[in-house]
């Protein structure tokens, strides 16, 4: 499973917002269930240069810890640039077509998000990745 950056910084947005605590609780679980070895945690080269950016020292400290779980990393290859360039022309940002490229390349199951735009524009173009919210992690392992 792949983690877009909103997924390891959700857990420090404001909580009074009931979606972010939901998502939050969600994505905490499988953070649990990740230190247990139940499930298995990518992350990449565009995890780390996004991660870099975040201002606020406190939360980047915080974010570092989250993102130190996972299992390996992926680094820079052209494969990765050439798939993120499709996924650009099919309408995909810049930075999440780095972030799918690069979960596509290392050929995880879950590309996690919490933002709706990325998820319906995945589910339109149809990727070899399912992108999905914290909480569906969550209701398939239930399943």
Known sequence: MYFDN???NRPFDDQRIL???AETLAILELFERIKAGRLELISSFVVQIEHSRLEDSSRRERVEDL??????HILSKPEIFAEA???VEKGFGAADA???AAAECAGVDRFVT???KLLRRARRVGLSVEVVLPQTVLEEELR
């Open 67 to 72: 993102i130190s779980l996972a299992q390996s």
């Open 98 to 100: 780095l972030h799918l």
């Open 114 to 116: 919490c933002d709706d």
């Open 19 to 21: 979606r972010n605590r």
């Open 85 to 87: 360039h499709n996924l």
């Open 6 to 8: 909103n997924v390891y």
